[in-house]
């Protein structure tokens, strides 16, 4: 946010006097083109007129003209270079014409000559923030704020540059100092909820919302905001209200209708989510996350073949997108095109090579055609960047299993255990491992911890059996057997 300084007018001429009076008379009736009329007979009058001059600028200012409001201001400066608002009001409309490396100087050049602007350390922070310089712009907002303690728009602005480094609990601070001077100031409710959001403290977030709400009704974003938040905290019904008040009040807003498809989707009403997903598209084509989300519900509908036609337009609108690339590889997966997907995640890696899931989707593609060596680096890769990612971890036992790899697949299997200890698959992958081992005890000891994560898993209790046999417990192998037999039969 910024400020511009005004200041009181005044003329000797008694007809320049006039037409200035009947022109600051008719700006603050909002009737801005004749007020310019009557500035412009003061100018006819007298050409060098710094305060005529300063009234035109004031009213192009109204009309947003800013290119006209800098040239305006030019002239007060070659007029008299030493008024500091004069290079404030200059640096302002630079500022909204987003020429920020112009204003900067222009804000410089207030403070030089009058250190105690508050409003211009304010507006060359705003500046500084919009160049992504957050750093150097919290400095000059704190000076703004020493200056004028209650000047609740530098302190708006600093809790904004706060948050965009990520120190939210400060910026929370910033708000709330705002909010105290102002208690009816949306905008702080309203960053103060973003804060808590970012801080995963959405029951706090949400009373902010509330509040930016009964202060403005109509603000389709707080509503959106308010079902984000409502989201998080897994109420979903309560969440697609909001996002309903939201597109009621902004239908053509791409993102609403891609956070209402996210939570049809997290409530499994799926064709509702696609058909969200498919109107934020259709209002924004390059919105990414609709199309990424659509593609990855088509592949949980196992419409495989639609998807993939979905992520080639995908690709076709933007080649670079290496989710797009991923969602294809995965597609054709599904549809055992092993050879075809394998050049997919090759260049969705390319243009991504820190993506751990698109490493890991390779080793399985490889593995799938019994390229397991091949598939082993992949996974590696995929561990490197995550080391803590199961999935690769059991991806690498199986093709070290598969390679005969027995005591290496074993330590593999008991990391991705490690780190997943409910999944059943590991457990059953280990034991098979083990019985080839003919480490018999152990074997048992696995299939049972998979058969207590998954009681009706037959494939396991099978195997179990004949684990049991191998290790010479015939009787407890025929039980067990005899229980898959009867599973099965069910």
């Known amino acids: 946010m910024y400020v511009l300084q005004y200041c009181s007018l005044g003329e000797t001429e008694d007809s320049i006097h006039t037409w200035n009076d009947k022109g600051i008379t008719l700006g603050k009736l909002e009737k801005h083109e004749e007020a310019l009329s009557c500035f412009e007979e003061a100018i006819r009058l007298d050409p060098e007129n710094p305060k005529t001059w300063w009234n035109i600028g004031i009213t192009l200012v109204q009309q947003g003209k800013y290119e006209e409001v800098v040239a305006c201001f030019d002239k007060i400066i070659k007029f008299d270079p030493k008024i500091s608002s004069s290079w404030n009001n200059k640096g302002t409309a630079l500022l909204r014409l987003e020429r920020h490396e112009e204003a900067i100087p222009c804000f410089e050049e207030a403070i030089r000559l009058d250190p105690e602007y508050s409003v211009a350390w304010n507006n060359k922070g705003s500046s500084l923030a919009s160049l992504g310089r957050h750093e150097e712009a919290i400095p ?63 029951e706090e977030a949400l009373a902010c919302y509330d509040e930016v709400i009964r202060l403005e009704p109509e603000n389709s974003d707080a509503w959106y905001n308010k079902g984000i938040s409502l989201s998080s905290l897994e109420r979903n019904e309560e969440a697609l209200a909001c996002f309903d008040e939201s597109i009621r009040l902004d239908p053509e807003d791409s993102v609403v209708w891609n956070g209402k498809g996210i939570v049809l989707d997290e409530l499994e009403r799926y064709e509702e989510a696609v058909a969200c997903y498919d109107e934020a598209i259709r209002l924004d084509p390059e919105n990414l996350a609709a199309r990424g989300n659509k593609g990855n519900l088509l592949l949980v509908l196992r419409r495989c073949e639609e998807a993939i036609a979905f992520f080639d337009e995908s690709i076709r609108l933007d080649p670079e997108n290496p989710k797009a690339w991923h969602g294809k590889g995965i597609a054709l997966d599904e549809l055992e095109r092993y050879e075809e997907a394998i050049p997919c995640y090759d260049e969705s890696i390319r243009l991504d090579p820190e993506s751990s899931g698109v490493w890991n989707g390779k080793g399985i593609e490889l ?124």
């Not at 904004?160 to 910026?171: C, P, Q, R, Y």
């Not at 999935?391 to 990391?415: P, Q």
């Not at 280990?430 to 898993?457: F, G, N, T």
Request: hydrophobic share 35%; net charge negative.
């Open 367 to 490: 593995a799938s055609l019994e390229k397991h060596a091949e598939s082993i680096a992949c996974y590696d890769e995929a561990i490197r960047l995550d080391p803590k990612y199961s999935s690769a971890w059991n991806g690498k036992g199986i093709a070290l299993w598969e390679l005969e790899r027995y005591e290496e697949a074993v330590a593999c299997y008991d990391e991705s255990i490690r780190l997943d200890p409910e999944n059943s698959d590991m457990w059953y992958n280990k034991a098979i491992v083990l019985d080839e081992l003919e480490r018999y005890e152990e074997a048992v000891a696995c299939y049972d911890e998979a058969i207590k994560l998954k009681p009706e898993y037959l494939v396991a209790l099978y195997s179990k059996g004949d684990s049991l046999r191998k290790w010479g417990r015939d009787e407890e192998a025929e039980q067990c057997l005899a229980k898959a037999r009867e599973l099965q039969q069910c």
């Open 140 to 202: 000059c907002f704190e000076e703004a704020i020493r200056l004028d303690p209650e000047y609740s728009t530098a302190w708006n602005n600093k809790g904004t540059a706060l948050g965009e480094l990520e120190k939210h609990a400060e910026s929370i601070a910033c708000y709330d100092e705002v909010i105290m001077l102002e208690p009816e100031n949306s905008t702080a409710w309203y960053n103060k909820g973003s804060s808590l959001d970012s801080l995963e403290r959405n």
